[in-house]
Each structure stands twice: as C-alpha cells, then as structure tokens.
C-alpha cells in the first residue's frame, strides 16, 4: 500500500449515500405577515424597522436584581414561573448544585417521548444499513431531538454545556457522512462529558468517528501528515490562537497523530468508528510544546494495539496552562459577560488545573454567587443568539414537540426551517469555530426573529401546530396572566405578561410602550389583540437580550 496517497484508496470505500432531501423553506405565512404589518410602527422604534434591523439596545438587569433569577436566565434556556418558583424554594447554591449534578433530575418523561426516534441511538453502521439510500429521517432526528431537549428537559444546565461544547467542538453535518457519524458523537462525547472531565471529552472527541472525518484525520498517515486537525485541536480545542504554539508544533503534533483513521470493514460493527492501525503511523521521535514523544504501542483488551503518542499529547494539551485560561475565558464569555474580567478568568483557570480539568470545579466559580450582586456583579447583558431566542419563547408558552414515530414520515420541520432562516440550526455551522456568541454576530438581524414569534403566535390562535408542536389555547395563557375575556381588562397587563412569559426581561419603557399598545388597541381585546401584544412583547429588545 502507498502510504503517501491514501485518498482515492480510502475515500474508495466508503459508502455513496444520498443527501437527506429536505423540503424549501416556506415563506412567511400570511396571517405572520399580516401581525407584523400591525407591528411595524412599534418595533421600528426599538430595532430600526428594516429587514436587517438595527442592533437593538440592552436591556440592563433586571428591575429586582435578584442574583438567583440571573442565575436562571444564564444557566437555563428560559426562565418559566413555575420553575423559578421552585428555584426559590431551593435557595441559590442548592439549585444550582441540582443542576450541575443532572443524573438527579427525571428526564424519564422526555426520553421516553424521544425512544421513537431511533436513530439517536444507532451506531454508524446500523444507521448506514438503515437509512443509507435516505437519511433524511436520521438527520432531523437529531435536530429536533436538540430542541425538544433545550425546551423540555428539567436538566437546563446541561443542555446549555450541550450547546457550548457542540460549538466547542464544531462538526458540520452537512459533511461527507457526518449524517451517520454525528449522533454517536453527540450520545458519547459530547452528552457524556458535558459536566464531568475536560481531558476525558478531549480524547473521546479526538478519537471519534465523526471528528476524525470532520477534520481530516482519518487520511493523516505516515509520510503525508494531515494537518488540519492537529491545527484545529491547538487553535479551537486546546490552547487558542494566542496560546504558545508554533507552525512547527503544529506539523509534530499532526505526527504524533497520524495512524488514526476510521474502520472501514462493513462487517464490523466499529465500521466508520476511529481506529488506531500502526502500520499507518509515523515512526521515531517528535517534539512539540516542549515535549519529546515516542512511538511507543501499547495493548488495550479493549481496543488492541494502540500508540501512547496521540494519548501523551492529548494529555500534555490538556494539562497546559493556556487550555485552562482558554477555558475558563470562553466559559465566564457564555454565561457571564462578553467581557470576561482577567483577575476571574485567572480564578477559573486555576480551579481547571487544581482539578486536572473538572467542569463542575470551573462552573462553580464562574457561577458563584458574588458575580450576580447587586453592588458590583461580573454579570452584563448578553443577546440571545437565535437557537436561544427560540427555545426561551418555547418554553415560555410551555410547548412540547411532537416527535412523531415511523411509519409516520419524518421530511421536514418548521422549526428547523426558521433556525435555518435565522442562520442557527444546530449543527450547520461550516466552519469548525462553532456558531458566534455575540451581539455583533447576530443583532442585525431582527426580521427572522420577529416573524418567527408571529408565526408562532399566529399557529397558536389559529389552532393549529407549527413544526409538530402542541398548541395552546387563548384561553389557557389568559388564565395564566389572570386576564378574563373581557375587552376593558387592560389595566397592568403589560406588566404581567413581562413576569409570566418575558422573564422580567422588558425594561420600563418597553412596558410602558407594550401597555400603550394594550391600551390604545381598537375595538375589543380580542385574541388577535392578545396575541398581537405577546408578539410585540416577545420581539421587544428586553426579550432579545438575556
């Protein structure tokens, strides 16, 4: 075999699967449309009124500043009353170790709900046997699966550390066979270690079918070292751009890593699994970061031979001081400020290394108490980017998805049709930085936004679902904000609608604005007024910011 070109050999066999044939977005339905044409004039005021918007203004903190409710709108993917509520009852520090200790918390309800879409827990080659000549089924499995766990599970905390290392560790899955490849990656990486070992999740991702294909490195071998994701796991994983490494670092750490590839045997049941094969790995002595690594093998049970070098620099990476300030600067950036403050990221990063890399031991101190006080609190706004706007209003409304069982065809999702129109779907981000986090990313873009909320608005008093999702009745949310049908009960409901369904999120001034529409509101307050009002509160500034 010629080590030196093994692309037209390898890429030989792998399999030739059809792309999932995905249905056009549909445009914006009229009655959305129509809510908008009523909304113009007020949300002109606060976002600019064009079709790209102007960067909305922050909110500010909320009116009470009550550190547990931060707390909440940071660590959860929206607040509902009811579960603030409880947090209340628990006190601070004893929610939060709730969350951060997830296996207490029942899920059973939601995964039982999931159990039909069994694609989620499929391995490459069951799910290339089964859905090889359409993956459609399996490709929005996964996507849907994604929200309906960010708007159902009890377990918040964890969903958020879900979307921060899907980022973290971005694969595309849009790319080659990552249809098949990227539900065991998020099952055993990526859900595994949410909140437990950083070096543990560090080599389970190296390691992975799906990186290794996403990346590249299934085709580094010896005498043609791949690249790419050495550079990636320095860069975007590890130590970060400005963390110490050099261009020759980088072709040694590609070294150390050549010989893991992917099983291409279809019989086996590892097929399209990372591999280590020796015979494609690069021989004698390299030096990277300092360090002197050798080819020594070792025997597994588990996994046979397999070379200590890829184990020696995923550790050396892992232990390195540049990693953990890394960390903890993105980690204190997701849930604290776009700012993070150094003596706090110095904090953080020395709890990484004093815990050889324990998530919960970093969380712990990027969520303490003293950094939502009131006196001088680390906590600014943040914008919500468009996956998080959506789940906090779903939640708001208390839906749940349908997720509907084979035969019933599974073609297309109107959800996953507006994340797209937003520019967030999870996992379609291209390039291997993961989806933005930032005001700068993503607040020009208000009108995908606006007509999602009216079009969910517009579903839920028109009676039917949108992307599968129960509805509920006018009826129901009224009660909820104790609001009788009757067209003269407009007194304060604007300031209700801002506790029960926007979090407290409104500054005064939306409120004032929102109950000026209530109030001057012609004719009876019917539904389409009552749901022309939650869409205006719902596409106000203080919803788009958390």
């Avoid at 009124?49 to 009550?66: I, L, M, V």
């Avoid at 953990?324 to 290394?353: C, D, G, I, M």
């Amino acid at each position: 075999m010629d080590l030196t070109r093994p692309s037209a050999a390898l890429l030989a066999r792998l399999p030739k699967t059809a792309r999932p044939r995905l249905s056009e977005p549909a445009p914006p339905s009229g009655a959305a449309l129509a809510t908008l044409a009523r909304l113009r004039g007020r949300l002109a005021a606060f976002g600019g009124g064009t079709s790209a918007g102007a960067s909305p203004t922050p909110a500010g903190a909320p009116a009470r500043q009550d550190p547990l409710l931060m707390l909440m709108q940071r660590i959860t993917q929206g607040v509902t009353p009811a579960e603030y509520a409880r947090a209340r009852t628990l006190g601070y520090e004893a929610y939060l170790e709730e969350q951060l200790a997830p296996e207490g918390l029942d899920d059973g309800a939601l995964e039982a709900r999931l159990a039909h879409f069994t694609g989620l827990g499929m391995s490459p080659r069951e799910l290339i046997e089964t859905y090889g000549d359409d993956p459609t089924r399996p490709y929005l499995e996964l996507r849907i699966a994604t929200l309906a766990r960010a708007v159902e599970s009890k377990r918040q905390l964890k969903e958020r550390m879900v979307e921060f290392w899907s980022d973290h560790f971005s694969i595309f899955h849009d790319k080659d066979l990552e249809w098949a490849l990227l539900p065991e990656f998020e099952r055993t990486v990526v859900r595994a270690h949410a909140l437990g070992s950083f070096p543990a999740l560090l080599r389970a991702s190296a390691y992975s079918g799906a990186m290794l294909m996403y990346l590249d490195n299934w085709l580094n071998v010896r005498g043609a070292a791949q690249e790419n994701y050495a550079r990636e796991v320095l860069e975007l994983h590890t130590l970060g751009v400005d963390g110490g490494y050099s261009e020759a670092d980088v072709r040694e750490v590609a070294k150390c890593l050549t010989g893991w590839t992917l099983e291409l045997d279809p019989a086996s049941p590892d097929y399209l699994r990372g591999t280590f094969v020796a015979r494609l790995h690069e021989p004698g002595k390299k030096f990277a970061l300092g360090h002197v690594f050798s080819d020594r093998h070792v025997a597994r049970p588990e996994e046979g031979p397999v070379s200590t070098e890829a184990d020696q620099v995923l550790a050396v990476l892992s232990e390195h001081p540049s990693t953990a300030r890394f960390l903890a600067h993105k980690l204190v950036r997701w849930f604290l400020t776009p700012e993070p403050p150094s003596e706090l990221v110095e904090r953080v990063a020395q709890a990484y290394l004093a815990s050889q890399g324990d998530i919960r031991a970093m969380l712990r101190v990027v969520l303490a108490r003293e950094n939502f006080a009131a006196l001088t609190p680390v906590w600014r706004p943040k914008f919500r980017r468009p996956f998080h706007y959506m789940v906090s209003l779903l939640r708001q409304f208390d839906a749940k998805l349908k997720l509907p069982a084979p035969p019933v065809p599974l073609t297309s999702s109107e959800l996953v049709t507006h994340l797209e129109e937003m520019g967030h779907v999870p996992f379609g981000r291209v390039s291997p930085d993961g989806y933005p986090d930032s005001v700068q990313a993503w607040g020009s873009s208000l009108l995908p936004r606006w007509v999602f909320a009216a079009d969910l608005l517009e579903r839920y008093l028109g009676g039917s679902p949108i992307g599968g999702m129960f509805v509920i009745s006018a009826e129901e949310l009224k009660t909820r904000l104790g609001f009788a049908v009757d067209p003269d009960d407009r007194a304060g409901l604007a300031r209700r609608m801002n506790e029960r369904f926007f979090g407290g999120r409104l500054a005064p001034r939306e409120e004032d604005e929102l109950q000026r529409f209530i109030r001057e509101y012609a004719g009876p307050f019917d539904d389409v007024a009552f749901f022309d009002a939650l869409c205006l509160g719902a596409s106000l500034p203080g919803f788009q910011w958390y």
